[in-house]
C-alpha cells in the first residue's frame, strides 16, 4: 500500500495557484539529514519502540508516476503495509518513508519554519506505518 503526504496546507505561500511565492530557505544535505533523524528522535519512545521494518530516506525529488500530474510535489511518502493491516509474516522487506528535500526547501521562508516542516512531515508518514489516515491527521492538526 501505498500512502503519499499531501502538498503544502490550504494557503500556505509558494503553494502552487495562491499567487505567491516562498523565498526558499536554504540547508545543505548533512544538516537536512540531521533534522530528520532529530524529528524520528523526538517521537515518543512507547511508538518508536514499534516503529520497526522501516527504513528512512531523503530524496531529493518525488518523481510522479506515469498516472500522476507531473507537476506533483511532495513532501513526503510512506510506502509500505501499515501496521493495522499487517499479518505476521517472516522475511518481508522494510517499509520505506522518503522525506523530499526539494519540496520542502523551496516551501519554507526560513530555517525554523523549515525545522517545523520536516518535523511535521516525519510524524505525518510514521503515522501511516501505524495505520492513522490523512482525514484523521489533518483532524488531529498533523496535516
Known sequence: MNHESTPPPDGHPGEPGDGTEAAGVEMNEDEFDQAVTDALEAIPEALAQRLSNVA???????EPEPWEDPGTELLGLYDGIPLTERAEMPFQLPDRIVIFRGPL???CADREELVEEITVT???EVAHFFGIDDETLHALGWG
Open 56 to 62: 528512512v530516506f531523503v530524496e531529493e525529488e518525488y
Open 105 to 107: 526547501l523551496r516551501m
Open 122 to 124: 516525519v510524524v505525518h
